[in-house]
Structures are given as C-alpha cells and as structure tokens.
C-alpha cells in the first residue's frame, strides 16, 4: 500500500525540497519536485499523493536521518540556493529527471570547494582530460555551473574543479554515482599507463583512435556496473586473428574486475581487443 494522508511539512530546505513527517508513524519523508518547497511557505501540511510531488526519498533509519539532519544544518541557504539552479539547469539541458540523491551531494560538494578556494587550498585533477572526453555535454553544463558559482560567492572556479563538477552533473542523470565516476576516470587512466608500458611509449591522446578506445572503456565499464550483457559474434576470430592484442585486452580486463569486482566477458574482451588493435595499427604507421 502506498504513502497516503497528510505530511506534516517540518522545513523548507530550497525551492524543490522539503523535510517531511508522516504523524502516525513518524516516519521522515524527503520531498522533491519543481517548485514544491516555494509552493509550500507558510503551509504546515501537503497531502503525501499532491501531484507535484515528482519524487519521495524516505528516511529509513535513524543514523540515515541524523546525517541528513547534520547536512541541512551545516549547508550554508545561498549554497542549497546555486544548487537548485545548477541541478534546474541540468534537468534542462540534458531534459531527463534528475535523482534526489543530487539534491544532498552537488551542495555538499560546492560548499566544500568554496571553502577551500576562500581558504587558498589548491584543487588538482589528474583526470580532467579523460573527463572532458568522455563526458563533453555534461562538461559544458559544469563549465557554466562553475560560472554561476563563480559569481554567487567571489571565487576563482579553476578547470580542474570544472572537471569535478562533471562528475556530479552526469551523475544527476545516470544510474552512475560521481564516486563511482572517479573511481572509473582513475581506472581508465591506470589502464592507459599500463598500455603505454607495453609499448614503451606515450599514446597520441589526441587522435581519433585514443579517444574512441577511451569512449569505449568507458561505456564498457558502466555497463559492467550495472550488470549489462553485450554480444559479440566475432569474439572467437578475433582472439584467433589478432591474439596480441587480445592478451593485453584479456590484462586490462583482470585489472577491471580486481577493481570493480564484477566479472567482464569474453564478448567485452573482444571488443576491447579491437579497440587496441586499431589504436596500436594507427600508431604504428605513423613511425
């Protein structure tokens, strides 16, 4: 049976969320939806099936509420304030509804960094490159969040924390978390290290062959995570055709699944092997 009867509204957190109590169990419901919590000043309670409730978020147990209880009261409003535009422009650009969870990570997030830009701590990236790659839509949207930060709070948004932002803004859209995207652009890069061991020397990282090899471990890698099966027909000639090649994909592929702890197939071997066969042929010509 679903949520039925009135929510008592306990606090407005921004203009899309507010903090909520079900009297009879005293259960703590997350609201979102465009527009509900600036809808809702002055009202003390909503009805739990009122239609612009687009998403309920229900805090289950008791450590799960105190931590979200500790968020609200540490973010600074004009923080929750920049947030809410930056995730309404998200929604927008990329027109899919966005998950609640972003509601608590992007002002978390933001106002850590505007803290240590006040307080003069640098921020590095040894990613952005890969990031600007495989995510150049949601690169553009953080480059403009970064923008709308910027002038909010006086702060020099430096490129390597746009590249940070990205992260949060794919995740708002995807079944992919921005820890879990870290976690992938760190992995992609050891791989690249790897490869560039085995042929003793840096890949162009600016060719058409380097970045369709990137795009790949990257989907590869999502769906990994989320347990999506691909097929591949060739997979047994191209193990008998370019046995190489396929060896390295075979590493690459221990090290995605000593990382990830999810198994990676010999359909997905296959493929990989391509990539590097067409990466490694395109390199080779030009010596």
């Given amino acids: 049976m679903g949520l039925t009867g009135q929510l008592r509204i306990d606090r407005i957190v921004g203009n899309n969320v507010i903090l909520t109590m079900e009297p009879n169990s005293s259960r703590e419901y ?23 409730i687009e998403k309920r978020y229900r805090l289950d147990d008791r450590d799960k509420a105190l931590q979200y209880h500790s968020l609200l009261e540490e973010l600074d409003p004009e923080v929750v304030q920049i947030s809410e535009q930056i995730i309404d422009e ?18 978390s997030h933001i106002q850590f960094v505007v803290y240590r830009l006040r307080n003069g701590m640098e921020i590095v990236n040894p990613f952005l490159y890969e990031t600007k790659m495989c995510y150049p839509q949601e690169y553009k ?55 560039e061991g085995w042929r003793e020397a840096p890949l162009p990282k600016k060719s058409s062959d380097y ?26 000639e191209i193990r008998n055709k370019i046995p190489t090649e396929h ?3 075979k590493l690459i592929a221990q090290m995605i699944e000593e ?11 296959g493929y990989l092997a391509m990539h590097l066969y067409r990466l490694f042929r395109s390199v ?4």
């Fill in 30 to 52: 997350v609201l979102f939806g465009k527009g509900i919590g600036f809808s809702c000043k002055g009202q003390k309670h909503i009805d739990a099936e009122d239609p612009r």
């Fill in 247 to 249: 060896e390295h994909a």
């Fill in 141 to 195: 949207i953080a480059a403009k969040a970064a923008k709308m930060i910027s002038e909010k709070f006086d702060v020099i948004i430096p490129e390597d924390e746009v590249g940070f932002l990205t992260y949060h803004v794919y995740s708002a859209a995807g079944s992919v978390t921005a820890g879990q995207l870290v976690q992938l652009t760190e992995l992609m890069n050891e791989i690249v290290e790897r490869i």
């Fill in 90 to 107: 998200i929604r927008e650009r990329l027109g899919t509804p966005v998950d609640p969870k972003v509601y608590f990570a992007l002002p």
């Fill in 259 to 269: 990382r990830l702890n999810q198994k990676v197939s010999s359909d997905e071997i």
């Fill in 211 to 236: 970045a369709r090899l990137i795009m790949h471990l990257r989907y590869m890698m999502e769906r990994i995570l989320q347990n999506k099966e691909t097929e591949n027909p060739f997979a047994a």
């Fill in 284 to 287: 080779d010509a030009e010596k």
